[in-house]
Each structure stands twice: as C-alpha cells, then as structure tokens.
C-alpha cells in the first residue's frame, strides 16, 4: 500500500496572519514543515493541501521550491481535500499534519506508517505529547466513509475533523500511548495559533543550527534548561471541536448504524469494481 505524508495549510489565520510564511531562523514556519515530513522515512509523497483561494498561492510556490507535490482543493472542508489529495495521489493512507506545527514528532510519524503499511487500522493517533507534537495516520477507505457520513449530516466545515473518524464501533482505531520520554505534563502546546506560539517557537529554532530539523527529544532539553521556556504561550487557549458538532457526529454513528453499513458497503463495491 502507497503511504503519503498530507500537510493542509492555508494563509486564512485571524489570529496570527499569514502566520506560516513567519521566519523562525532563516526558514518559514511552512518550510519548517515541510522538510521535516520529507525527512519522515515510510512516507513515498510529500503533498502540500491547500485551496484555491488566492491567498493561499505563496504555498504552492513555496511547495514548488521545496521540491514536493500540492494539491489544490477545498478550502473550508480539510476532510474532503484530503480525501480528494490521497485519491489524487493513489494512496491507500497517509500520515498527517497541519503545517501549524514545525515540532511534530518523526519517530511516532514513522512508526504511524508502518503499522499503515503492516496491519489494518484505519486510524492511528498519538496521545501524551503537547498538541503540535502528536500525529496521526489514515487509511483512505475509511476518510471516505467519514466524509460521506459529513454530508449525509450537511457539515461543510471540517477543519477539526477527528470527530468523524475517530469511532471505534465503526473504524479500526489504534491510539498509542507514547512512551514517557516523549511526555512532558507541564508544556500542553506547541503549536503556532498566537504571537507567544511564534515567539516560543522562535526561541527554541533559534538554539539550532539554521538547516537543522530539531528532534522533539533534544527540544525537550532546552526545556529542561530553561525552564521559563513554557511559560512564554502558557496562556493560549486551544480550540476545540464545536460540542455540537461533535454531539452530532456521535449520534449519528449510534444510532443511524444501518446508514453507516450501507455507505461502508458502497464505498467497498466502488473499489472492487
């Protein structure tokens, strides 16, 4: 089976604009990204998912430069672009990472793709390391039973998206539980959504050579050294899924199982035929 690596960026940020062209020593936030999902070993195409707004046009010139591939799609509904990215590319999973975080882990992206290449989940995510750092990895078939379970309920927006892939009664899911070396109880974040993300973020690119792709581990250790690091976004909130949301993606796996069957089954007859 063909493994992809799926970054979705886009250049709509309120909070922070055009937060992933920022500079974090001699590189964008974006490039960041980049050349640390080509370094992830399993993964056979790097594809940079964005949309066709016009906004987002440095990110496929930034793509192109970088030597990886993009893809144009969707701009408010991710589950669909990547959906439509992987079938694209003809990959039957891919890990994935939104190009808010330059720190995501290569060891656990690496291990997503194996066990996506070796056995038959259809998600796999990571839990007990700061949010940025955690990654996750599907299987293809299975984004499109989600996407159409999202369209039989009307959701366009999808930009937090796990709800709707991450039911256990329906999916094969596999979560791992990292190990404690990769924990770290008192530093919850390490992502880019406000200027203190940028300025931590800052901070730590700035204690590594300019070409470098820092492992987690040895960013951890500029922690430990400074301490006062965590305290510079401490206060940043994450968003979260809509309740709403999510209560109703809930219901709908629940109690409508005979919908979920028969899309399942469609969508199984389309690849056989």
């Given at each position: 089976m ?10 709509k ?11 974090l ?6 490039e960041?990204?980049?050349?640390r999902?080509k ?8 594809v940079?998912?964005t ?6 046009k ?7 430069r970088r030597?990886?591939f993009?893809?144009i799609?969707?701009?408010d509904n991710v589950?669909?672009r ?11 999973g891919f890990?994935?990472?939104?190009a ?5 882990s290569?060891?656990?992206a ?15 995510y990571?839990?007990?390391m ?9 299987r ?11 369209e039989?309920?009307?959701v366009?927006?999808?930009e ?6 991450n ?13 404690s ?8 974040r ?5 200027m203190?993300d940028?300025?931590?973020f800052r ?12 492992d ?6 500029l922690?430990d050294?400074?301490?006062a ?23 709908f ?21």
């Open positions: 063909k493994i992809g690596f799926l970054i979705t960026a886009r250049l940020s309120s909070r922070l604009p055009l937060k992933l062209l920022l500079d020593n001699g590189q964008r936030v974006v960041r990204v980049i050349e999902a370094s992830v070993a399993g993964c056979e195409e790097v940079l998912c949309s066709y707004v016009p906004q987002d440095p990110l496929v010139e930034i793509a192109q030597g990886i993009y893809f799609g969707d701009p589950m669909r990547l959906l439509q990215a992987a079938l694209f590319f003809g990959l039957g890990v994935g990472i939104t808010d975080n330059p720190l995501f290569i060891y656990h690496e291990l997503i793709a194996d066990l996506l290449k070796r056995e038959q989940w259809d998600y796999i990571t839990s007990g700061p949010v940025g750092v955690n990654i996750y990895g599907v293809t078939t299975a984004l499109q039973i989600a996407c159409k379970v999202a039989e309920l009307g366009e927006d999808t937090i998206w796990g709800v709707w892939i039911q256990p009664q329906v999916f094969r899911v596999k979560e791992i539980r990292v190990s070396q990769y924990q770290r109880s008192t530093l919850k390490l992502t880019l959504d406000e203190p940028y300025e931590l901070e730590i690119f700035q204690n590594f050579p300019s070409t470098a792709i820092p987690i581990l040895d960013v951890y250790k922690f050294r400074d301490p690091l965590e305290q510079i976004n401490a206060h940043v909130v994450q968003r979260s899924v809509d309740p709403a949301i999510e209560r109703k993606a809930n219901e796996y629940r109690d409508q199982q005979e919908i979920v069957r028969g899309i399942q089954e469609a969508i199984r007859n389309s690849i056989e035929s």
